[in-house]
């Protein structure tokens, strides 16, 4: 398929989550005020625990700010993929979509695009608004925090996929994503730095890409550093991103085919 043909198909999808969107845009307002709830319990928490605790020598709150909003985003980003299928086997819609000429994966992949921009300018208001709580005037690393970004998303697809195809084997893709989730919640360094865990967790939160996602953008938003101090996660992260795309085409695939076999592609 070509590139024209594939940025057709995102276009016409946009257009009509957007059209979505627009009609439920109470619900955006909603998310956004639960955002600065939450970024106010941050702060008072922050302030609670004072300001000698600096986790990886940067003051607790900023750090709150870039781990969460971020874990939020990239969370937020695979259960999208997980709701493109529900979505579609509960309006009855999923067989016929999955019999177009696109690839399955692809479908998913461009189904799940409109989340992930939703998703990104979420995390984008949560970030301004939390530094400008903070007072706080980080040297932000552009370039890195873009890459950050990519590679990010490039694992969030690839975990994506592998939950769509398990909710097409087990119907249970939200139970994976909530399992992501709660690992990650503890294990990744979200709320607070891993030095604080055990040695053996610790070993094995180097093994969830959130960690390193989570380093990454916080080396680039809030340490005064050049490129190369980010280039060692950002290599971890390609390796991720280049080990888990495949797998994740392959797991999503592989489940289709089965659904389609058993007869169960609609069962939800």
Partial sequence: MSAAGIIDKAAVIARRDLLTAIRYRRAFLITIAGA???LAAFYYLARAIGPTFRPEGIAYFPFLVVGTGFYTFLIMSINSFVAVVQDAQHSGT???LLTTAT???LLVV???MSSLLQNAVQFAVYIVAGLLLARSTPHVNVLAAVLVVFCSV???IAVGL???GLQLALQKGSSVVWLIGSLSWLMTGTIFPTTALPSQLRTISQAIPITHSLAAMRLAMLHDTNFSSVARELAVLAVFAAVLLPAGVWTFSYALRRARLEGTLSFY
């Fill in 154 to 156: 490039a694992i969030v």
């Fill in 110 to 112: 461009l189904s799940a």
């Fill in 94 to 96: 999923l067989e016929v």
């Fill in 103 to 105: 690839p399955a994966p």
């Fill in 162 to 164: 592998i939950a769509a």
């Fill in 36 to 38: 600065f709830a939450e």
